[in-house]
Every structure is written in structure tokens, then in C-alpha cells.
Nanobody
Framework: QLAESGGGSVQTGGSLRLSCAAT????????LGWFRQRPGEERVGIAT???????QYADSVKGRFTISKDIANRLLYLQMDSLQPEDTDMYYC??????????????????RGQGTQVTVSG
């Protein structure tokens, strides 16, 4: 139901835009968001966008990352600017009934994609 794309390798200070294809039901009815995770470590929430378009961001990405969605094309985006080596990770999109639950249940969100790798170097 969710499929990420757009990851890759960039230099420090560069930009990437991640995309997540979703079903119409999820785009119209669920909170959608992005998290990152390294093998063996906990998930780290990045940003969410609610059904009403309200957004929330982790402090570490405020001013650098922007979450948005294109309802007509059933796509969720994460625009990442001013990337730093510490942003290197696997990035996942995930859906939950509402955004409060999304953040509180982050470690257990089951409705997620397979991830896309982001590597920042230099």
C-alpha cells in the first residue's frame, strides 16, 4: 500500500526529494509521515501530514525538510534540503489513523513501505 522512491547519494548541503506512492484511501483518510531507521536501532520520526494538511516536524529537521502530499496523484513527498552526513539512513513512509497515534506508536507502525536509502557524504 506504500512504496517509497527518490533516495540516493548526495554531497553535504545537497537536496533530495523522496516520494511515497499510496492508495487513495490512505492519502484521503490517514495521517502520513516519514521516519528513518538504521538496522538494530529504533525508528526516528521525521515529519507527518494530517488529513487536514497540518504538518509536524522533528526538531532536527525543522527548516530543512518539508513534507507535502499530492492527493490527486496519491503521492506523499519529503523535500530534504541542506542535507548533512548525519541524515544518512533508510527512510520509510508510514500511515496511521491520526497523527497523534502516528507519533506515539512510531516504533510499532505496521503500515509502511520498504524504504529508500539516503546517503550524504563529503
Amino acid at each position: 500500500q506504500l512504496a517509497e522512491s527518490g533516495g540516493g547519494s548526495v554531497q553535504t548541503g545537497g537536496s533530495l526529494r523522496l516520494s511515497c506512492a499510496a492508495t487513495p484511501f490512505l492519502v484521503n483518510s490517514y495521517c502520513l509521515g516519514w521516519f528513518r531507521q538504521r538496522p538494530g536501532e529504533e525508528r526516528v520520526g521525521i515529519a507527518t501530514i494530517g488529513v487536514d494538511g497540518a504538518t509536524q516536524y522533528a526538531d532536527s529537521v525543522k527548516g530543512r525538510f518539508t513534507i507535502s502530499k499530492d492527493i490527486a496523484n496519491r503521492l506523499l513527498y519529503l523535500q530534504m534540503d541542506s542535507l548533512q552526513p548525519e541524515d544518512t539512513d533508510m527512510y520509510y513512509c508510514a500511515a496511521e489513523y491520526d497523527c497523534n497515534y502516528w507519533w506515539s506508536l512510531l516504533q510499532h507502525l505496521a503500515n509502511r513501505g520498504q524504504g529508500t536509502q539516503v546517503t550524504v557524504s563529503g
